[in-house]
């Protein structure tokens, strides 16, 4: 899992890259990355699966904020980055939400 941030020369906005290994998605036939940034949608940003099996998604963001963010796997669990910038706690149960700070 990694999160590649570049900046427009203006520094108004940040691409992102969220990428989630083979490994940390095994078997899944899905993944979608849901956050702030797309008011918590489940079916909001879809991950694309790379030739070497890892998944990647591309966000541009507004820069001089953070996005509270986490991975769904097929529908039914839920993922941390464990490269995100810090966590948050979660409103819904004892969990944490990954954050990317742009």
């Known amino acids: 899992m990694a999160l590649l941030k570049k900046y427009a020369k203006n520094n108004d ?3 992102v890259t969220f990428s989630l290994q083979k ?6 036939q899905k993944v979608q990355l849901v956050g702030e940034f797309n008011n918590w949608q489940e079916q909001g940003t879809p991950m694309v699966r790379s030739k070497d ?14 996005y509270q963010f986490r991975y769904l796997i097929d529908g039914k669990t ?7 910038d810090k966590y948050a706690p979660s409103p819904y ?5 990954s954050v ?3």
């Open 78 to 84: 839920w993922e941390n980055d464990f490269q995100a």
């Open 53 to 66: 099996g890892s998944l990647k998604a591309v966000l541009e963001l507004k820069a001089g904020r953070e």
């Open 93 to 97: 149960g004892a969990c944490e939400n």
């Open 13 to 15: 906005t940040c691409r």
């Open 23 to 28: 490994e940390a998605v095994k078997t899944a």
């Open 100 to 102: 990317v700070v742009v």
